[in-house]
């Protein structure tokens, strides 16, 4: 565990490798450098926008990226702009286009969407726009994007004016005749507002007519004047193109995320320490006695959880259901480990933009083959005879209910004519995917899981059930759930929060070194609490634990779902229907992900741990 921790640590720590499948691109001097445009992001309104859906200047020819499906999901439309820069040559202020008149709609919207706090994502060579903001005690820190504009004393003012500052890295050339290499290795942006009439021009080329310029003030209606313009900065820059990225992936809150880490660590182990110790030794003077009885007397009453040992394996009711939300929690379990292991290598950076998305889809498809099968061996080890109806839930359930809210949710997006909305295109495809992947996978994982062996128990179940006896009041369902989840969330919720700050207020997230560690606290912490509430369950003497082990080891999916109630009323902004909507729709999906992922986690653990221990008893 040990080697794990330290080789993750490093990891995280790491970043000075090239990407794979990201290559870097050499320039010469005079050479073109595209700027293009991503998108428009807010975090008040969460709606991206087409960076055209604004009367920015145009091309003469719009021509849009061919984007990957993670792109396309997550709202980016790259497209090209009028930005005229070659490799470092610098150029003083120049006209974007001719001046633009904003009609009183366009004004409407303009000034609608500065109030909203939307930014502006520019990117040349696959390297995203940063801004750089100092702060109080100057420390520098760095904002993605640019402001599309700002408010002062209730009035709106946009960023008409931009200063491009670009960063390369020049390499030596190889012989006397080769010629020098230039590679792009910083993007910033200064964005200025500057009045109509307060600029010159001689033909393209401007300045400013005094060195206060009023700002771009924009009405809430009426006919506006703009001129856009920009300036080309170009800085040498000792930065190598393979740490480029530092600047977006800066991991400025390292100390919080070492102390989450090593206070749930030194918790989640403390207590495993504690638990196991008292349960090893609980279970080993219960199987002592037990035994010892069996030896001297057989006529002595049984206690706890041997008297249970007709019934414990049970069957549950509706099993078709729990092997297929099993089926889903596995799914889910195989698709989080190997793409956190796959990004902790760095194979899913977001210089390859939309690849963890995409992969996170693809993955899940195929391991519709391995939930098939192991859901299959469940459903026999219960007797189920009608595999086939388990096949057709397990490969329904889940995607349905994610494939359906996004759908119902994707018409909002749509009717606000956001860039976020899935094209009806990319919906069908991804229909097309689940039906035609990961449907014939779960069937032919269930094929050849309901022929292998089930499980084998180490008693026999009574014909007839014994009754339960009344519970203590700890012992409820409901609350065991609500103390079973307090350990799993306690550990990780500080991730949480990060990840939460990635989704929902644009950043990246790269700290996947620290995420593979939570999410190993997070297996441990939902084994541990399953098996002690399980154990605690059968001393009671109810068996009916196959339902009640998925169902409280999924506990801290409750706390998950009032964290994103808080999180929503505390850090966003956000106060219009549409934006709320998506936020606690999908957040909904999440809480619900995350329920079937650490459920089955505590389910397999009690699964195993109730074959153990009652394997280590005689029985008659």
Known sequence: MLRVIIVACFLTTSYGFYVPGVAPQDFFKDNVVEIKAVKLTSVKAQLPYDYYSLPFCRPESINYKVENLGEVLRGDRIVNTDYKVFMAQNSSCRALCKPRT???????????????????????????CSTKIISKDKEVQYEHGYRLGYVSDDKVFLHNHL?????????????????????VVGFEVEPMSIAFDDLKFTEDNCKLENNSPRPMEIPKSGEVKVHFTYEVVW?????????????????????????????????????????????????????????????????????GWKLVHGDVFRPPPRPKLLVALIGSGIQLFCVTFIVIVFAMLGMLSPASRGALMTAGIFLFMFMGLIAGYYSARLYKTMKGIQWKKAALLTAMLYPSLTFGTCFILNFFILGKHSSGAVPFST????????????????????????????????????????????????LSPYVATLMAGILPFGAMFIELFFIFNAIWENQFYYLFGFLFLVF??????????????????????????WWRSFIVSGGSAFYVFIYSIFYFVTKLEITEFIPTLLYFGYTALMVLSFWLLTGTIGFYAAYFFVRKIYAAIKID
């Open 102 to 128: 904003f009609k009183d709609e366009e004004t409407q919207l303009v000034h609608k969407r500065i109030r909203q706090a939307y930014s502006v994502h520019l990117l040349t060579d696959n390297l995203p």
């Open 163 to 183: 200063k491009l500052v670009l960063k390369y890295h020049s390499e030596a050339p190889a012989g006397p005749a080769a010629e020098e290499n230039f590679r």
């Open 235 to 303: 800085e040498s820059s000792d930065v190598r193109w393979a740490s480029r990225w530092d600047t977006y992936l800066g991991m400025g809150d390292v100390q919080i995320h070492w102390f989450s880490i090593i206070n749930s660590v030194v918790v989640i182990f403390f207590l495993a320490g504690i638990l196991t110790m008292i349960i090893v030794r609980t279970l080993r003077r219960d199987i002592a006695k037990y035994n010892k009885m069996d030896e001297e007397d057989e006529t002595l009453e049984e206690t």
């Open 427 to 474: 919906m069908i495809a991804l229909l097309f995917m689940w039906m035609g992947i990961s449907f014939p996978l779960v069937f032919i994982g269930y094929f050849f899981g309901s022929r292998k062996q089930p499980y084998e128990h180490p008693v026999r179940t009574n014909q007839i059930p014994r009754q339960v006896p009344d519970q203590m009041w700890y």
């Open 520 to 545: 190993i606290i997070l297996i441990v912490s939902c084994s541990q609490i399953s098996i002690v509430m399980v154990y605690f369950q059968l001393c009671g003497e109810d068996y009916h634990w």
